[in-house]
């Protein structure tokens, strides 16, 4: 049979407040309204769905819900629970039972609910016995367990009646219905896909070269060719100077004097080779403003030139060999210091003669 619903409507709350019309064993109180929860122990009530809900069984035979419900206070630190369940027995004697655990939760009374629906049959009446059952860990005959208040019982159902006839009737169209499917009235013709050709785009790079600046050119030229440079001052000034001390002697000894031009120059050249100047900072700045006229290329060009200097490896390696020199330490294997330690030296030199001075404490001189 097709279960039919309509609107929904909900009955009144069908539980009794008063604590004192429920059944059970959990008798502890506070007041009537307050369940004061002994382990082990439980309350029920038990209501009629035609008697005390209202509900007819045409009404009932539609299916409803079942909502079991309860404010809850675990007042003490004991690991405990309540069990609420819900027993729903028709008039045939069929039983259907749900439960849910409450577990303990911190703070104060806090609602908790459980529902069941059942679903359209053709039974006259249910029965409905909503229960609460108490636990805790200690066990105890007194009122450790959960205090519960304001029990809650409503059920959920559809007030429309359809007839067993209209039922019939729509039961046979429903089983009528076919399946229904749509067949284009067109044809559909077949989808070619388009050649693309490949399109290669070659791209032509024309490679350009810009002509370094005046500073550009003067570093270049001054790093790579710094060391030609300064050897070549160094050689062209060593040979004025050996012509000029050349030129003295033979003046002296009235030009008597031979000269090896070529073998003083080889000889020049040989030693230029192991000559290094070390110039400062200040001689460099002079160098570069004679060549770079703007103030940004000449800090450019010192600060590489400078840099370039002290990379040099003679540089590096006279610095470590200076370090190095630190931890030589003299060997004391030949030395006896017991020839030092064992003499005493004192002062006999008489400095100021034909004087004395009288040697007292300080605190005794008046």
Excluded at 191 to 200: A, G, H, K, S
Excluded at 213 to 229: G, R
Excluded at 333 to 352: A, F, L, P, W
């Amino acid at each position: 049979m097709l279960p039919l619903l309509a609107n929904a409507d909900t009955t009144k709350n069908l539980l009794n407040q008063d604590f004192s019309t429920w059944s059970g064993t959990n008798t502890a109180r506070h007041g009537n309204n307050i369940v004061a929860g002994v382990h082990g122990q439980y309350v029920e009530s038990t209501i009629s769905l035609n008697n005390d809900a209202g509900l007819s069984k045409e009404v009932i035979n539609n299916g409803f819900t079942s909502t079991l419900g309860a404010d809850i206070w675990f007042w003490n630190s004991y690991d405990q629970s309540v069990v609420m369940t819900q027993t729903l027995v028709d008039d045939n004697g069929n039983v259907t039972t749900q439960s849910r655990t409450i577990d303990r939760q911190d703070g104060y009374f806090t609602t908790y609910t459980d529902s069941i629906y059942i679903d359209s049959f053709t039974q006259q009446d249910y029965s409905i016995s909503a229960k609460f059952s108490f636990f805790e860990e200690s066990n105890s005959p007194y009122h450790y367990a959960a205090d519960l208040k304001n029990p809650t019982l409503y059920i959920e159902y559809d007030p429309v009646v359809i007839d067993v006839a209209t039922q019939s009737e729509i039961a046979e169209i429903y089983e009528d219905i076919v399946e229904v499917t749509f067949e284009p009235d067109f044809e559909v013709s077949s989808y070619n896909e388009p050649i693309i050709n490949e399109v290669i785009i070659e791209e032509t790079f024309v490679e350009t070269f810009e002509e370094p600046t005046v500073e550009e050119q003067f570093i270049e030229d001054t790093i790579v060719l710094s060391n030609e440079v300064i050897e070549e001052e160094i050689y062209e000034e060593e040979v004025v100077e050996e012509t000029e001390r050349d030129t003295r002697v033979g003046e002296d000894t009235g030009g008597a004097v031979e000269t090896e031009p070529t073998r003083i120059s080889e000889s020049t050249q040989d030693n230029s080779r192991g000559v290094e100047t070390e110039l400062t900072i200040e001689e460099i700045s002079i160098k570069v403003a004679e060549k770079i006229k703007t103030i940004d290329g000449q800090l450019k060009a010192v600060q590489i030139l400078t840099a370039k200097a002290m990379q040099k490896p003679n540089k590096i390696n006279k610095y470590t060999q200076v370090n190095s020199d630190i931890f030589i330490q003299p060997e004391l294997e030949s030395i006896d210091i017991g020839t030092y330690t064992n003499n005493t030296y004192v002062d006999i030199r008489n400095i100021y003669s034909n004087q004395s001075y009288e040697d007292r404490l300080w605190t005794s001189r008046q």
